[in-house]
């Protein structure tokens, strides 16, 4: 009889969701990736105006991720025109191709379920909703900031961050995942434009209450100026039960080692810092603490290590291994 693989969901978005699946995929499980929509800068951004389309910019990343085809297939879907003066320039092939077929399927959702096939996808992407969602921000001062692109760039505290429509239906599929999933996986990325956009869908906040799967938040390595500046791992946590609800995280994985000097001066320019390990702090919010040295140096730029990350994730339900290729 054929072993029922164990279902493990991983939410986000950003830089940081890609690097946790493409670790995951090398293990024997049951992967799905549910992935923000609210990205309106760049390429996305003029797609999802000009084709009244959810943005397409994280699902292409989440694709790339869990492909299995020649590296010159994933370049083809990464590539970005930078020629000319508009049309193509500033698009990725990729984003073009998800554009291309929501138009020929009629729906975002089955468009992305064709490139699966065509890419090889490991696992099961969905958007967190199959419409349009438009991120805002309510700023400690009061002010509203419209657009996930304009929020870190107000370079002011947030109070909160909030979708339209209110009432925005998350794609069932989705929810479903959450539901029947063994463990769920929030990565990390950009903390209020693409870890809340998904977790502050009323429907998904109910699910992540209500499913019996360990909630694992992997937190970021790095600050980000004017979103988390001078946050630690605790400040994280908070802002995700504020904005979702007590008990919907159980366990934290943070990195507990330093950051060499040469790379902390290059964040520098950036005005990014180390995001604080602050135990005593973190154990005031009844979370199960998981830590280690799970970071690596990848072109002078701090990345989680998609191996040992994925080791320690998998080690949670009880898979050690990754598969033999």
Do not use: W
Request: glycine residues 8%.
């Amino acid at each position: 009889m054929e072993e029922t693989l164990k279902k493990v969901t991983v939410l986000g978005g950003g830089t940081g969701m890609p690097v946790i699946l493409r670790g995951l995929k090398e293990y024997p499980i049951d992967l799905s990736a549910i992935v923000t929509v609210a990205d309106d800068g760049g390429s996305s951004g003029r797609l999802r105006t000009e084709m009244s389309m959810p943005a397409p910019g994280d699902i292409r990343n989440v694709i790339a991720a869990l492909s299995e085809v020649e590296p010159m297939m994933e370049a083809l879907l990464q590539h970005r025109f930078d020629l000319g003066e508009e049309g193509l320039k500033g698009h990725s092939m990729g984003n073009l191709i998800l554009a291309a077929m929501t138009a020929v399927t009629g729906d975002f959702y089955l468009g992305i379920k064709e490139i699966e096939k065509v890419f090889n996808v490991k696992g099961q992407i969905y958007p967190v909703a199959n419409q349009n969602l438009f991120l805002s921000a309510e700023m400690e001062d009061g002010e509203i900031i419209v657009g996930e692109s304009n929020i870190p760039k107000a370079n002011k505290p947030i109070h909160r961050v909030f979708l339209e429509p209110e009432t925005a239906e998350p794609l069932p599929e989705a929810v479903d995942a959450i539901l029947v999933s063994d463990l769920i996986i929030i990565s990390p990325g950009s903390l209020y434009t693409s870890t809340l956009p998904n977790l502050i869908v009323p429907q998904v906040a109910n699910a992540l209450r209500q499913t019996d799967a360990e909630v694992v938040y992997v937190c970021n390595v790095m600050t980000q100026n004017g979103e988390t500046d001078g946050f630690t791992a605790f400040d994280h946590a908070r802002v995700i039960l504020e904005h979702v609800g007590d008990g919907v995280i159980d366990t934290i994985l943070v990195h507990s080692e330093g950051v060499s000097q040469d790379i902390l001066n290059l964040y520098l320019e950036e005005q990014a810092k180390p995001v604080e390990y602050d135990k005593e702090r973190l154990e005031t919010l009844g979370l199960e603490i998981v830590e280690g040295n799970i970071i690596t140096d990848h072109d002078h730029v701090l990345r989680h290590d998609k191996d040992k990350v994925a080791k320690i994730l998998c080690g949670l339900i009880g898979i050690c291994d990754p598969i033999e290729r």
